[in-house]
Nanobody, 124 residues
Framework: QVQLVESGGGLVQAGGSLRVSCTASGRTVSTLAMAWFRQAPGKERESVAAISRSGGSTLYTDSVKGRFTISRDNAKNTMYLQMNSLKPEDTAVYYC?????????????????WGQGTQVTVSS
């Protein structure tokens, strides 16, 4: 079983930056493809970014391209999401997710394990 714990959320002004982290346990993270999703109040969960097991391949949803960077440190069993130039519409609960299948995907149905989420609030 894989446990995922997010951290680093908080309140930031528009235009600011924030980094959220996801630490995995229960399995070596290098065997997991991982991703970030988010869900705003009253909206469906949407993809943000995904990263392959090695970190060599990444994928971003259009709305965050050029502003967000997904990365991972397998030695620390941790994945990161660096968020720059934040906008109020980025406000959401950000979820870390992982799967055993290799490759990179932003399809939430392909992920087996989910964290509890961390709140990111961007004020205008």
């Amino acid at each position: 079983q894989v446990q995922l714990v997010e951290s680093g959320g908080g309140l930031v002004q528009a235009g600011g930056s924030l980094r959220v982290s996801c630490t995995a346990s229960g399995r070596t993270v290098s065997t997991l493809a991982m991703a970030w999703f988010r869900q705003a109040p009253g909206k469906e969960r949407e993809s943000v970014a995904a990263i392959s097991r090695s970190g060599g391949s990444t994928l971003y949803t259009d709305s965050v391209k050029g502003r967000f960077t997904i990365s991972r440190d397998n030695a620390k069993n941790t994945m990161y999401l660096q968020m720059n130039s934040l906008k109020p519409e980025d406000t959401a609960v950000y979820y870390c997710t992982a799967r055993l299948i290799m490759g990179v995907s932003i399809n939430p149905h392909l992920y087996n394990y989910w964290g509890q989420g961390t709140q990111v609030t961007v004020s205008s």
